[in-house]
Nanobody, 125 residues
Framework: QVQLVESGGGLVQTGGSLRLSCAASGRTFSIYRMGWFRQAPGKEREFVAAINWSGGNTYYADSVKGRFTISRDNAKNTVYLQMNSLKPEDTAVYYC??????????????????WGQGTQVTVSS
């Protein structure tokens, strides 16, 4: 089992920044990839960004490319999502996820095996 705990959400004005953290614990040695997803009210959960635990390859949704940066600290078993130039449409609950899957469908919810409880991000206009 792997446990994921997110932190860092909050309320920010348009154009502001936030950094989300996701601390992983448990049997993390076999995790291949970590991802961030988000879900706005009335919408489906969508992919935001992902990073391979080893090697550090990163992947982004087009909507956040150039504004968000995903990174990891292997020693701390922690993944971060630095969010800059935030927009009201970024408002959502953000979820951290862990996956054993090493294929190319990193953007699919179903490829992730463990999920955090979510952290709210609200961007005011």
């Amino acid at each position: 089992q792997v446990q994921l705990v997110e932190s860092g959400g909050g309320l920010v004005q348009t154009g502001g920044s936030l950094r989300l953290s996701c601390a992983a614990s448990g049997r993390t040695f076999s995790i291949y990839r970590m991802g961030w997803f988000r879900q706005a009210p009335g919408k489906e959960r969508e992919f935001v960004a992902a990073i391979n635990w080893s090697g550090g390859n990163t992947y982004y949704a087009d909507s956040v490319k150039g504004r968000f940066t995903i990174s990891r600290d292997n020693a701390k078993n922690t993944v971060y999502l630095q969010m800059n130039s935030l927009k009201p449409e970024d408002t959502a609950v953000y979820y951290c996820a862990a996956s054993y899957y090493s294929g190319s469908a990193y953007y699919q919810n179903s490829r992730y095996d463990y999920w955090g409880q979510g952290t709210q991000v609200t961007v005011s206009s």
